[in-house]
């Protein structure tokens, strides 16, 4: 059995009911870390507060006005009521520019003049009132200060005419100075309290700036490190593919004429067509582990292995199985990853021209680091050759240029039948 049950429309999200929603309906619109509309909003408050206590001194004194000069008195305060507030809507509504300064004219003698026919605190927060107005409308503290030096004597002589009538000056004058001098303090410490308030605020106000400046900037900076990422990722990715063609790739051409020439030498001299056939080998031994280097370059499993390991792992990739003997002396040394790549990359090069050229058996290889450098050495007993005559190929000139990109430079020594010298020398990362 079914029950209907009454469901009460749930209020929409903001939606308020009373003085909270009344308020937030008329001031709701204005941005508060925008100046302009900031002091709009001060003037609309100024405004509404005055319009209250203008009509609870006005309510109050209606009652009393036999007991405060008759109907004198209550025109009085019925004219200097209405001139203040029309005065303050009209520089809220309508009046712009420099045709607000006879309105602010109007506002200071309305204000002598409810001092002049009322009394107590009332009375001093209009006045206070009238000038917070003019305070928030400036921007610069001396015309502020100009104001308040001709407001004071103002008040002054309003509340001294206002005794003088009253009185006539036969009252305890004591109370009335110490009243007198209390608001004048107040005064001056009203003019005080708006100026520090306003530079507060507009200290905010450029620092909020800031702040927002800086956000930005700091988005526009992480869209062009995003892009520096991107063009980095995508020149590393070029360089890999450079490395994979002038070692692996020639690696393999040079594999392709060992085996064509050993099939030619095969059937005329099977011991050369066989030391053919081995470095051909070794050769593709080369290409295939230079192929992996490449693959773990481009999915980071070399992040874990120091240079030390990874120059040994390829000394004795070349000596397993081939029969040549390479000695060596290792410092381990922390260098960037390009560095590592082109070191590991270069060790290969020439251990490989050795026995491809010179027909190297033995090898020493020397890396240490000495007097801020990086000193890489590889010699061997090869055939040598004469050093003006060297062809440099694509794997010698490729690491002369990858070598001067690194701020360092390639030096090769040899004399025909004494061996060839390869010498690196790069600069030590100043951050490691």
Not at 6 to 13: A, G, I, Q, R
Not at 255 to 265: P, R
């Amino acid at each position: 059995m079914q029950t209907n049950k009454t469901v009460k429309p749930n209020m929409k999200k903001g939606e308020e009911k009373g003085f909270r929603a009344s308020f937030l309906r008329v001031f709701g619109k204005y941005d508060l870390r925008n100046e302009r509309q900031f002091i709009v909003f001060c003037k609309w408050l100024i405004f509404i507060v005055i319009v209250l206590v203008v009509g609870f001194i006005f309510i109050q004194h209606s009652f009393e006005f036999e007991a405060r000069g008759g109907w004198t008195a209550f025109f009085w305060l019925v004219a200097v009521s209405g001139t203040l507030v029309l005065a303050e809507g009209l520089k809220l509504f309508i009046v712009k520019g420099r045709a607000r300064v006879v309105l602010y004219i109007l506002d200071a003698l309305a204000a002598c003049g409810f001092t002049f026919v009322t009394d107590g605190t009332a009375a001093m927060l209009v006045y206070m009132l009238v000038l917070t107005e003019f305070y928030i409308g400036t921007e610069r503290t001396r015309p502020s200060a100009i104001l308040l030096s001709v407001s004071v004597p103002l008040y002054v002589a309003s509340y001294l005419l206002q005794n003088y009538v009253l009185f006539k000056w036969n009252a305890d004058l004591l109370p009335l100075l110490t009243q007198l001098i209390s608001a004048v303090f107040a005064l001056v410490v009203h003019f005080v309290i708006v100026q520090v308030g306003q530079a507060f605020y507009r200290q905010f106000l450029r620092l909020d700036k800031t702040l927002k400046e800086l956000d930005a900037s700091k988005k526009e900076l992480e869209k062009a490190y995003a892009v520096v990422a991107e063009v980095t990722a995508l020149e590393e990715r070029q360089r890999i593919a450079k490395d994979i063609h002038d070692t692996a790739g020639h690696s393999i051409t040079t594999v392709i004429m060992q085996t064509e020439s050993a099939k030619l030498l095969m059937s005329s001299n099977p011991e050369e067509a066989k030391n053919k056939l081995v470095a051909a080998n070794l050769q593709a031994k080369h290409a295939l582990e230079e192929l992996r280097d490449s693959v773990h370059l481009l999915s980071g499993l070399h992040e874990n292995q120091t240079l030390k390991t990874a120059l040994e792992g390829v000394i004795h990739e070349s000596t397993d199985g081939t029969g040549i003997t390479i000695r060596s002396e290792i410092q381990e040394i922390k260098v960037s990853p390009a560095k590592f790549r082109f070191l590991c990359n270069s060790l290969k090069e020439g251990i490989s021209n050795g026995l491809r050229h010179g027909g190297a058996t033995a090898f020493w290889f020397e890396l240490k680091e000495a007097g801020g450098k990086i000193e890489f050495f590889l010699s061997d007993n090869g055939r040598g050759v004469e050093i003006d005559k060297l062809q440099v190929g694509f794997g010698l000139s490729g690491m002369r240029e990858r070598a001067k990109s690194l701020g360092g430079e390639v030096e090769f020594i040899s004399e025909k039948g004494d061996g060839f010298e390869l010498k690196i020398t790069l600069p030590v990362d100043t951050e490691k």
